[in-house]
């Protein structure tokens, strides 16, 4: 599994489809390494800690290298959609259309500099071989199974619980936005675990609940813009104080319904115990492998 990732990555990285937009590239590598990342986590006492700290470092620098791409895209669809869903309030405003403007040009082009940035690019491609090269020398336990993973995965389950109690406790815009955050990024290892064990029902609930902390995430990110904007003033086109301020409005209004819904679906997620949900774990596991 970890060397199929890996060769994502690089394939992505390298630009082996020519079919594929940068755009796609850099997508497909952000979510290669995050795979990556959720394996590790399974995997971090049968590696010892020295070197999940080091494989999950590096993945981690790595990624964030591919970040600017992703940013420059997303602060562009969140406020689409926005306007989508207010296109009464949204869809005429010229500081609206003005700010649509500025990150429709930032995202132009924001994929192709990554790439083409001769250390970015060289340096991800040769930090993601170097580790293909450390996996292919991996020595796991024998025999392996569930048996080998469990306690790494009743951690990264009860991880993402923590989390969840965290951001459904956490009080002020600063401090919420960072635990909900977090947890977004519990829940992804958990999906990613849960596909990589066959578990499907697991790994699509998971998937929904980061689909709908990824938007409450986003437009947390498009909120600070439209902060912001302020700093730069009418003339370089930002959008004026009326604007801003129902902008920010509709933003924190999607966004308490998305947590309100994002702590609802937790809570079916999150509601067994570790020990009691690895235990059902191996036994979807148990069922696969008769069935095989």
Do not use: C
Not at 1 to 19: F, H, K, S, W, Y
Not at 112 to 130: I, K, M, Q, Y
Not at 243 to 268: F, S
């Amino acid at each position: 599994m970890a060397l199929g990732q890996l060769d994502v990555a690089i394939d992505a990285l390298e630009g082996t489809d020519a079919r594929a937009t940068p755009e796609q590239r850099v997508h497909e590598a952000r979510k290669a390494l995050k795979r990556l990342r959720a394996l590790l986590r399974v995997l971090r006492d049968e590696l010892g800690e020295q070197a999940y700290e080091h494989e999950a470092a590096l993945l981690r620098d790595t990624g964030r290298r591919l970040a600017r791409a992703r940013d420059a895209a997303v602060l562009l669809s969140t406020l689409e959609d926005l306007i989508a869903r207010h296109q009464r309030k949204l869809g005429t405003r010229r500081g609206v259309l003005r700010l649509r403007a500025r990150l429709q040009q930032e995202r132009e082009g924001a994929a192709e500099l990554v790439l083409d940035d001769n250390a970015t690019r060289t340096g991800a491609v040769s930090e993601v071989r170097a580790m293909r090269v450390r996996v292919g020398q991996w020595r796991l336990a024998e025999p392996g199974g569930m048996a080998a993973i469990e306690p790494a995965l009743e951690r990264l389950y009860g991880s993402g619980r923590r989390r969840m109690w965290r951001a459904a406790q956490a009080t002020g815009r600063a401090k919420r936005t960072r635990a909900l955050h977090e947890w977004r990024k519990r829940v992804k290892d958990l999906r990613y675990a849960a596909e990589m064990l066959g578990a499907g029902k697991v790994a699509k609930r998971a998937d929904a609940l980061g689909e709908l902390l990824g938007e409450e995430h986003d437009l947390a990110v498009l909120a600070e813009r439209v902060r912001r904007e302020a700093e730069a003033g009418r003339a370089s086109g930002a959008p004026g104080r009326g604007t801003r301020k129902l902008l920010l409005r509709l933003i924190e209004q999607r966004r308490r319904k998305l947590r309100r819904r994002a702590l609802r679906d937790g809570e079916r997620l999150y509601g067994r115990k570790p020990r009691k949900f690895v235990r059902r774990l191996r036994k979807t596991a148990a069922r696969r492998s008769r069935a095989g």
